[in-house]
């Protein structure tokens, strides 16, 4: 089992929808959980981070966390096609290390 | 700010060769990670540093290896290139009190 699990997609959904992304973790001891996008060719940019269960709102974003379930999303709202590419879900299993574990990664299509 | 940054952006090397890879981190971040990204392994953890000592490392072999000067800076160094290290190499740093990495552009490696 991986440690941090996306759908690989594509994902694909029309312009001014929502996009759920989605992730799953191993570790129930996970401590901190980002959100980053990449465009291709391009380094990871960071969108979100959530730390406590519940939702966490950012503009169109959403990042939700559900540490029982060992989940954690990321809704996108009025997605644009500017929002396409992949969406990578990280997670710190230790705090103070410096070290990210990142999911596979998610591609989003956003369709005109 | 300025963001951090990574130097050579792109390098061509054979086998057999070492390369060094330098990165600026975020003026008054003391914590810088490096990431190896492949097709195939996605982003992988190799080290971090923190005022100067490592204090995280992932599994790849000692061919890899890193350090941080006093100004935060920091290098890795890749020994004995082979074709399986041709990837794109991320460093991200991030402040004393806080797990949120902030990614450079990227050094590509392309080992012939």
Redesign the interface.
């Given at each position: 089992q991986k440690e941090v699990e996306q759908n690989s997609g594509p994902l694909s959904v029309p312009e001014g929808a929502i996009a759920s992304l989605n992730c799953t973790y191993s570790d129930r001891g996970s401590?901190?959980f980002?959100w980053?996008r990449q465009y291709s060719g391009?380094?990871?940019?960071?969108i979100m981070?959530i730390y406590s269960n519940g939702d966490k709102e950012d503009g169109r974003f959403t990042a939700q966390l559900n540490k029982a379930s060992q989940y954690v999303s990321l809704l996108i709202r009025d997605s644009q096609p500017s929002d396409s590419a992949t969406y990578?879900c990280?997670v710190?299993q230790v705090?103070?290390?410096?070290?990210?574990?990142?999911?596979?990664?998610t591609t989003l299509q956003v369709k005109p | 700010k300025a963001g951090v940054t990574q130097t050579p952006r792109y390098l061509i090397k054979t086998r057999g060769q070492q390369v060094t890879l330098s990165c600026s981190p975020i003026s008054g971040h003391r914590?810088?990670?490096w990431?190896q990204q492949t097709p195939g392994q996605?982003?992988?953890?190799l080290f971090?540093?923190?005022s100067e000592t490592q204090?995280?490392k992932?599994n790849f072999p000692g061919r890899f290896s890193g350090r941080q000067f006093s100004n935060s800076r920091s290098e890795m160094n890749v020994s004995t290139l082979e074709l399986g290290d041709s990837a794109?190499y991320?460093c991200?740093s991030?402040s004393a009190d806080s797990?949120?990495?902030?990614?450079?552009?990227?050094t590509r490696l392309l080992v012939l």
């Amino acid at each position: 089992q991986k440690e941090v699990e996306q759908n690989s997609g594509p994902l694909s959904v029309p312009e001014g929808a929502i996009a759920s992304l989605n992730c799953t973790y191993s570790d129930r001891g996970s401590q901190s959980f980002f959100w980053y996008r990449q465009y291709s060719g391009k380094s990871p940019e960071l969108i979100m981070f959530i730390y406590s269960n519940g939702d966490k709102e950012d503009g169109r974003f959403t990042a939700q966390l559900n540490k029982a379930s060992q989940y954690v999303s990321l809704l996108i709202r009025d997605s644009q096609p500017s929002d396409s590419a992949t969406y990578l879900c990280a997670v710190t299993q230790v705090s103070g290390t410096g070290k990210l574990i990142f999911g596979q990664g998610t591609t989003l299509q956003v369709k005109p | 700010k300025a963001g951090v940054t990574q130097t050579p952006r792109y390098l061509i090397k054979t086998r057999g060769q070492q390369v060094t890879l330098s990165c600026s981190p975020i003026s008054g971040h003391r914590s810088v990670s490096w990431y190896q990204q492949t097709p195939g392994q996605g982003l992988q953890f190799l080290f971090e540093y923190f005022s100067e000592t490592q204090r995280n490392k992932g599994n790849f072999p000692g061919r890899f290896s890193g350090r941080q000067f006093s100004n935060s800076r920091s290098e890795m160094n890749v020994s004995t290139l082979e074709l399986g290290d041709s990837a794109l190499y991320l460093c991200a740093s991030s402040s004393a009190d806080s797990e949120t990495q902030y990614f450079g552009p990227g050094t590509r490696l392309l080992v012939l």
